[in-house]
């Protein structure tokens, strides 16, 4: 999330870091097109939801942390086995990878968050449990007049909840939200099967945005074994869904970027 006057909030750390990174430095780093000309010191945070491969394998390949002067900030869930940086630590060093998080040349420091409303840089932050199958963070920020939700992986089925039940934590991260990004895996012929693998439906998605009242949905965590024909007929279906309450349906894809704008500047 990128706002003029305040440093960026990063959703999550997956391999869409790298293209970002590449980005933000403005040229390539790796690959026949590599340069490790100079760049600026990059300064933002990432919000963590939780530690699952998918979430984390970016941070190593995020070429701004090559120089020396930048720092990232990132605020993830709790964890019972002691403190994030520790945990982290734990997966990224050999013979898992050649190097740990404090290898890295710009600093990376954790900060552990669990029901909590934290300011970064005048955004508002809201991290809350969410349900999934390891201890994972929803969260919501807010700045300058918009909100943006993101409950990456949210799987009712790891609950003994009722099917279409929203929790109020849940509710609290979305409500009125100009956009929602939101897990939807499976469909519901897919669910069925997998209801414990810790993801929700497009249906399911569609049914949060609305009962919070949120203007936009975006269908994200996309399974790994959907083709784009696939995401497309559940965005259809999810559209359908949407628009009878009153909610905006997209589909996540790599690269896309999306404008929001305060309601009183629109
Ligand atoms: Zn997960
Ligand atoms: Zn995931």
């Known amino acids: 999330m990128e706002v003029d006057g305040h440093t960026p909030v990063i959703f999550d750390m997956g391999t869409g870091l790298r293209p970002y990174g590449e ?5 390539p780093t790796s690959g026949p097109e590599g340069r490790t000309a100079p760049f600026g010191a990059f300064h933002g945070t990432a919000l ?5 491969w998918d979430h984390i394998q970016g941070l190593p390949f995020f ?28 997966v990224m ?3 898992y990878f050649p190097i740990c998080p ?6 990376v420091s954790f900060h552990d968050a669990g029901n909590d409303d934290f300011a970064i840089n005048g955004t508002k932050v809201r991290s809350r449990w969410v349900r999934h199958t ?6 919501r920020v807010e700045v300058e007049g918009v909100s943006i939700a993101y409950l990456s992986d949210h799987g009712p089925g790891c609950s003994d909840d009722p099917p279409n039940f929203v929790p109020q934590d849940v509710l609290e991260l979305c409500d009125g939200a100009d956009l929602v990004i939101h897990d939807s895996q499976h469909t519901n012929e897919e669910y ?6 810790g993801h929700c439906t497009a249906d399911y998605a569609v049914h949060v945005a609305r009962e919070a009242g949120a203007s936009r949905l975006m269908l994200f965590h996309h399974c790994p074994t959907h083709c784009d024909d696939d995401v497309d007929l559940m965005l259809i279906h999810a559209q359908e869904l949407g628009s ?7 589909a996540a894809t790599e690269g896309l970027s999306v404008e929001l704008h305060h309601a009183l500047a629109r």
Do not use: C
Not at 23 to 27: A, K
Not at 48 to 52: E, G, Y
Not at 244 to 250: E, I, L, S, T
């Open 134 to 139: 390891s201890p994972t963070l929803g969260f």
């Open 63 to 90: 070429a701004p942390l090559g120089n020396a002067d930048a720092t990232l900030d990132v605020f993830g869930p709790r964890q019972e086995e002691g403190p994030l940086a520790d945990v982290f630590a734990g």
């Open 23 to 27: 980005q933000i430095v403005g040229f």
């Open 102 to 107: 404090d290898e890295l040349t710009g600093k």
């Open 93 to 95: 060093r050999p013979p």
């Open 192 to 197: 069925e099967d997998k209801w414990f693998y």
């Open 244 to 250: 009878a309450g009153g909610v905006d349906v997209m």
């Open 48 to 52: 963590l939801t939780h530690l699952h």
